[in-house]
């Protein structure tokens, strides 16, 4: 897992994570942390949900739209800083709580 994190990190690549409790998440990930000490994984989420009983991904949450509605209202208030503040949707999960990681691509999982 910690090979798929690091390569991801550096090509800004999407991955997809689900945690012991059936919890999806499908983001960015955000820091790298040194060669065998990954305890910690930090995403900027795209997509949540959760897996159904067949394993099936059910996405509940689609984060980019709140983006996108953030990003409209800052450029018509603050032209000067028209950035999300990612900060604010940062989600660190614990490795250990993490059964199953995997690249992530839209058009291949649309397509199931």
Do not use: C, W
Not at 21 to 33: D, E, Q, R, T, W
Not at 49 to 69: A, D, L, N, P, S
Request: hydrophobic fraction near 40%; avoid cysteine; proline fraction near 4%.
């Amino acid at each position: 897992m910690e090979k798929l994190y690091l390569q991801a990190v550096r090509n800004r690549e999407l991955i997809s994570l689900t945690l012991e409790n059936g919890k999806v998440y499908v983001g960015i990930p955000m820091s790298i942390a040194s060669p065998g000490k990954l305890s910690y994984i930090t995403i900027f989420p795209m997509l949540s949900g959760y897996r159904t009983e067949q394993h099936e991904i059910e996405f509940t949450t689609e984060y980019i739209k709140v983006y996108e509605e953030l990003l409209n209202e800052k450029a018509r208030t603050d032209e000067h800083n028209p950035m999300v503040e990612e900060a604010k949707f940062l989600v660190v999960m614990p490795t250990n709580k993490v059964v199953s990681a995997n690249q992530f691509d839209i058009d291949i999982f649309e397509k199931f």
